[in-house]
């Protein structure tokens, strides 16, 4: 393979191991294609207990191409697909993670949802903004955590060849309940990519141990990513 040439001046460095690793991403041929946008986070947020939604899929996040748009903070995603049991995979997630990694009281998702319902029966055609605030006043909480899932498509093929990649899009949030204020929002959207057609992202491709990734673990990858932003006190 004929080595790329390479922009720039190259200073006491040998050009053979970029050569090898360019040549070792295109014989792989794939790499990820992405966005994970991170922080919106205040000081002093003045929580104790969060109450930890399940994660629910977008009501019409099952036709590719859709354009979704976020009730909470307003950011649109491409739906699509949606496995069956993304939302139970990506509650899972999101419990361990707040259960390993906070020192957050946790109010669990069963009784959120419980309180939720009995909203919903309550009063029609309440936003969401307000039924997560509502939720988390009955409860007692300082705060909610609450995540939709836009896109979760399986891929076609195996590790090493596919006829149709992953794709994956989320967002979560925090929203304080004194004050309704969203504190923190996270937002995941990726499709894999070859690294024929995205060569610049060959750091992320190898971080993430190469090959064709199953829905689950572009799911879990783009997850940690998110989390890294979130506020832990």
Known sequence: ???????????????????????????????????VAGPRIEENLDIQSVVVMAFEAAPQGHDMGVSLRCPICGAVFQGGPIKKGADRYMTHQLKQWMKENTSYALIPSGTAQRVRSSLVSEEIGMSEHRLIVETGRRLEA???????????????????????????????????????????????????????????????????????LTAEALASYGFQEVMATFPLH
């Open 1 to 35: 393979m004929v080595c790329p040439k390479m922009p720039g001046t190259i200073h006491a460095v040998s050009v053979v191991p970029i050569c090898l690793a360019v040549a070792t991403l295109c014989i792989s041929g794939c790499s990820l294609k992405g966005e």
């Open 142 to 212: 300082d705060a909610v955590m609450t995540g939709t899932i836009y896109r979760f498509r399986e891929r076609v093929g195996a590790a090493l060849s596919v006829d149709t990649p992953a794709s994956v899009a989320f967002d979560m949030h925090l929203v304080r309940v004194a004050d309704g204020r969203l504190i923190w929002v996270g937002h995941f959207d990726e499709t894999q990519h070859s690294l024929s057609e995205d060569l610049l992202r060959w750091r992320t491709f190898l971080k993430r141990g190469g090959g064709w």
